[in-house]
């Protein structure tokens, strides 16, 4: 009975927790698209998360872009087929890899400092003192953030996308002995529109989800450091698992045939 | 007075937190340019009294009129309105630390009423040196300030936008004699200059003598006492009595344990 019990009060507060949460992107998206507009906070909000997260996300898919042409080298080897290289390395990142590493990144990197900027805020009053001088933070704190995150994201991983086939080149022109004008042929050949759109898609559904996140766990958060600090491990945590489940489910409907 | 006309009128207000009752049915008329403090024990509800007339806490019951119009259950551009009447400095300051202090003082004027940034930053100056502080504090950041200097820049951005009505929760807190003497001196006057209604909360009795005309005293979630500042002294209330001479020994019990 008791094990029931708790069973029925964990569902009740999935679904209570769902239900806060959806009315609270519903808040988010129509305040998107009402007046005003806090542009300087638009503005300042798309520095900091496309700009600033450039190093991160580049680093990130450089790396995975090399040492993704040095697996499928051993793999292929096996086979003859070392020739597929560039073509594997090429959709592996811009399908798969780009978007989703550079997505678990920006959930690190952004979506922890959403939650613990906002829920410092809530602690401390200023959400409350912002609404005391007739200033929605729904359009001032999240709607900014959301609007950066959904519409920057996919040029970072545009970026990163190019950076990681450049790792996965290095690799093999300098270290499998690839012919470097006879590797960039083959990504170009193969390479389909849709194969980069596809992670585009994907992308900006991750950074909304990275900038939903952190505003609802920063807005929600109570009790002082402590609340802050579990508002942020929750962002973040629910962030990557989203952007994981997300990622499987755009996989199969964009690539659906 | 003019009891027919509240500036703002409280009948039956109450709010609980969970099993916690906070506010059991409090009832509190404020006259128009009248200035009014609540003292009350630490934790008795008066900054939820503040936040539940500003409508960020929603009570369980009762009405909350300003100007003769009921305020619980405002939305959208009705709550908008509402929120332009008033100034608020928060017991903890509540700067945006993410701005520097001009812009924090200047907030309202730069974000709804659109001023040009020119104006806006020469009026919030203009409002800073009125609580003291010199030109050069409006370019640091809220962190660099002193806890009394932060008190002091709440101040300013509650009355730089020149509400009807100002709430000042502990306004005085953290500030040295001669400048707690300076602030209450600038509530007052700006009681009688602009005209404004105040609600103050404090428990620095001297404060209060200063800048209220009428005193209400907060027990177990109601207003226990009412009268104007000069008949503290000759009520036989003994919870007022016990309050207002900080006495341990009285029908106030402190949850505490002694020695
Ligand atoms: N958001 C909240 N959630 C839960 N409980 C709250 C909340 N806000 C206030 N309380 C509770 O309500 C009671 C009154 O709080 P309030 O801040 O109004 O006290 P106060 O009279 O202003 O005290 P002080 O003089 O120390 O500032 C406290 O016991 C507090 O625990
Ligand atoms: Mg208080």
């Known amino acids: ?257 | 007075m003019h009891r027919n006309a509240p500036k703002i009128a409280l009948e039956g207000v109450i709010k609980s937190f969970g099993s916690k009752h906070v506010l059991r049915g409090l009832d509190l008329e404020i006259a128009p340019q009248e200035s009014v403090v609540v003292i009350g024990g630490s934790g008795t509800g008066k900054s939820v009294l503040l936040k539940s007339i500003l409508g960020i806490l929603t009570p369980e019951q009762g009405s909350i009129k300003i100007n003769g119009q009921e305020t619980t259950n405002l939305s959208g551009r009705a709550y908008d309105d509402h929120l332009a009447k008033f100034g608020m400095l928060f017991q903890g300051s509540a700067l945006f630390d993410s701005l520097p202090v001009w812009q924090n003082v200047a907030f309202k004027l730069l974000q709804v009423q659109r001023m040009n940034r020119k104006d806006a930053k020469a009026r919030a100056l203009d409002t800073l040196a009125q609580v003291g502080l010199t030109p050069d504090v409006g370019e640091l950041s809220p962190s660099e300030l002193s806890g009394g200097m932060q008190k002091r820049v709440a101040l300013a951005r509650a009355i730089v936008a020149d509400p009807e009505i100002v709430f000042f929760d502990e306004p005085t807190t953290g500030l040295d004699p001669i400048m707690a003497d300076v602030i209450n001196d600038l509530i007052v006057k700006c009681v009688k200059d602009r005209g404004i209604t105040a609600l103050s909360i404090t428990h620095d009795m001297a404060s209060a003598r200063k800048i209220a005309d009428r005193i209400a005293m907060l027990y177990d979630g109601k207003i226990i006492w009412e009268g104007a500042t000069k008949e503290i002294d000759h009520t036989d209330n003994p919870y007022l009595n016990q309050f207002i001479h900080g006495r341990a020994d009285g029908p106030i019990k402190m949850q505490v344990h002694r020695l």
């Open chain 1, 1 to 257: 009975m008791k094990f029931l019990a708790l069973v029925g009060r964990t569902f009740l507060r999935f679904l209570e927790a769902t239900g806060r949460f959806s009315l609270f992107a519903w808040y988010t998206l129509r305040h998107t698209f009402s007046l005003p507009v806090y542009w300087r906070q638009i503005g300042r909000q798309a520095v900091d998360i496309g700009y600033y997260s450039l190093p991160v996300v580049g680093l990130t898919t450089l790396f995975t872009g090399m040492a993704l042409a040095l697996q499928m080298n051993a793999g292929f080897s096996r086979f003859d087929a070392a020739n597929a290289i560039p073509t594997v390395v090429a959709l592996g990142i811009t399908r798969e890899l780009g978007p989703v590493m550079a997505g678990l990144m920006v959930a690190g990197r952004i979506g922890a400092a959403i939650a613990a900027e906002l829920g410092t805020m809530r602690v401390t009053e200023q959400i409350d003192a912002l609404v005391t001088l007739s200033v929605n933070p729904y359009k001032y704190l999240v709607v900014p953030r959301f609007l950066a995150a959904t519409l920057l994201m996919p040029l970072l991983v545009l970026i990163g996308d190019i950076v990681g086939i450049f790792g996965g080149f290095l690799v093999s022109v300098y270290m499998l002995d690839f012919n470097a004008s006879h590797y960039i042929t083959q990504t170009w050949e193969y390479l389909e529109v849709h194969d980069v759109t596809s992670g585009l898609w994907k992308a900006s559904a991750f950074g909304m989800i990275v900038a939903l996140m952190g505003c609802y766990n920063g807005f929600n958060s109570k009790g002082g450091a402590q609340g802050v600090g579990a508002a942020t491990t929750n962002a973040v945590v629910s962030a990557c698992i989203l952007i994981l489940i997300t990622n499987y489910l755009l996989t199969g409907i964009l690539f659906a045939s």
